[in-house]
């Protein structure tokens, strides 16, 4: 295959998934990993890609925002592991926030068979998934309808945690940085997210390798103020070895046979 072709493919992929793994795609061509990166580098380059490490993501400026359909297909192994490991941090009794994102609705839905639990929410997905969960407590917050993630925003979302004393927050957003720490290119979103933090004892933020290195426009929360990431382990170990060094916890999640099945198949 000529590399022409190659790259039409690679960035074909790119735009429906908005990630691509360097392994899978050598073996989806029929090239070597070695030639799959040259690819990845010369495309960089041009602006057609992102490198990350092991893969690429699709290039978005600082005030782009990602809407949950864009988000929804990428990198969901590696999603539903750190909501796994996420959910190992949630006891019975505990009172807790989920802020909205992809990854946040993934613990949600391992949280239905709670035995005893006060969830508030942001995130009408998070809330629609919990609607079912007989002994967990759904409070949902006030705010105007953000449509591309599915949430609620503003000064009343802001007013509306604002008195509220929760043990943990789980958090998402769109890059996570050592510098930066939790960013997102909306100033109303970012304003929210901080909110919800401050609702907190503990901030949890909910990360997959896409985003762990990126900035975007808004600062949510920045690392001093977090308490863990959960991460998984196709992250950059340089941008993790950076992140601990602030203070934070880092828990990288291991992607199991089931994830990496389900994104081979994708």
Do not use: W
């Amino acid at each position: 295959m000529l590399a022409i072709e190659r790259r039409r493919l690679i960035a074909e992929s790119v735009r429906s998934r908005g990630v691509v793994s360097v392994a899978e795609m050598a073996e989806a061509l029929g090239t070597t990993e070695i030639t799959l990166r040259r690819d990845l580098r010369v495309m960089a380059k041009e602006g057609l890609l992102v490198r990350t490490h092991g893969g690429a993501v699709q290039p978005m400026g600082l005030g782009h925002e990602p809407s949950y359909h864009e988000k929804s297909g990428q990198a969901a192994g590696e999603k539903a592991a750190i909501a796994r490991l996420a959910f190992s941090m949630v006891r019975p009794g505990d009172s807790i926030l989920l802020g909205p994102g992809t990854t946040t609705l993934a613990l949600a839905r391992l949280l239905v068979n709670s035995p005893e639990l006060t969830v508030v929410t942001n995130s009408l997905l998070v809330a629609q998934a919990l609607m079912e969960a007989p002994r967990v407590e759904v409070i949902l917050t006030g705010g105007a309808l953000r449509r591309s993630i599915h949430a609620l925003v503003g000064p009343a979302a802001e007013e509306s945690v604002r008195a509220l004393r929760a043990s943990q927050t789980f958090i998402s957003g769109n890059g996570f940085s050592a510098e930066r720490g939790l960013s997102t290119p909306s100033p109303l979103v970012a304003a929210t997210d901080r909110a919800l933090a401050s609702a907190a004892q503990q901030v949890v933020v909910l990360a997959d390798h896409t985003k762990i290195g990126q900035e975007t426009m808004c600062q949510t929360v920045p690392a001093a103020r977090i308490h863990t990431l959960i991460t998984d382990s196709r992250a950059d170990p340089n941008e993790l070895a950076a992140i601990r060094e602030t203070g934070v916890e880092v828990r990288v999640a291991d992607v199991g046979e089931h994830e990496q099945s389900s994104r081979a198949a994708r």
